[in-house]
């Protein structure tokens, strides 16, 4: 896997935009986002159940997200897994550039039929994930279940964002990720906003995140 896809793009034109492509040995992964879209979608990383996580994410974001994945899933997921989730951590990272004018703190609640999972997010540019989630199956479909973690923990560290994913309660294995993909999803809509009474200022007394 020596080079990249040739770099993607999100629908329309305007809003603050990002796109990154990453080649290993071990996959080749070529991502762009709109941070301020309407929840656009199009993903293809060869793993059923992560593109539809995946595109949850978008569509509850509202931020677009175009994704081609290449991995070697005849060893395992984990390699596309967590370089999906590197990727689309460095788009973001990127496309909100020194972070001036956001709400930068996010959070949501989110219910799924018996399942309830907590999300809270500071896009801090300091990386930190705490997970509380457990799964009482190794496997969703074919994918493993331990691999979320992966997922988010990339997300943050690439994303710089303090991340606190909680399960409260429930029982479906399906709902309890899903319901902490929507969580992260609301909870960035807010974060990344540009709030109209600081449009031009860094959230933060230091000057600088």
């Known amino acids: 896997m020596a080079t990249t896809q040739p770099s993607l793009t999100t629908p329309g034109t305007g809003g603050r935009r990002a796109s990154v492509d990453r080649a290993t040995k071990e996959t080749r992964i070529s991502a762009a ?20 996580m995946l595109e949850q994410l978008s569509r509850h ?6 994704l ?9 997921y984990h390699h596309t897994t ?16 020194d972070r001036k004018g ?7 609640t989110i ?3 018996e399942t309830l999972t907590e999300v809270a997010l500071d896009v801090s540019n300091r990386p930190y994930l705490i997970w509380k989630v457990n799964f009482t199956r190794d496997k969703l ?9 992966e997922w988010f923990q990339a997300f943050a560290q690439l994303g710089g964002l303090t991340l606190h994913v909680w399960n409260q309660y429930g029982e479906n294995n399906h709902h309890i990720v899903e319901t902490c993909f929507k969580g992260i999803a609301r909870a960035l809509r807010v974060a990344v906003e540009i709030d109209p009474r600081q449009t031009t200022a860094v959230p933060s007394t230091k000057g600088v995140l």
């Open 33 to 52: 986002i709109n941070l301020d879209g309407t929840g656009v979608y199009d993903i293809k990383t060869g793993i059923g159940f992560l593109d539809h």
């Open 61 to 66: 974001s509202l931020i677009d997200i175009t």
């Open 68 to 76: 081609r994945a290449e991995g070697d899933l005849h060893i395992d």
């Open 82 to 97: 967590e370089d999906t989730g590197i990727v689309l951590g460095e788009c973001l990272s990127k496309a909100l550039g």
């Open 102 to 108: 956001i709400r930068r703190y996010g959070s949501a």
């Open 111 to 113: 219910p799924m039929d």
């Open 141 to 149: 479909g074919t994918m493993d279940t331990e691999l979320f973690k």
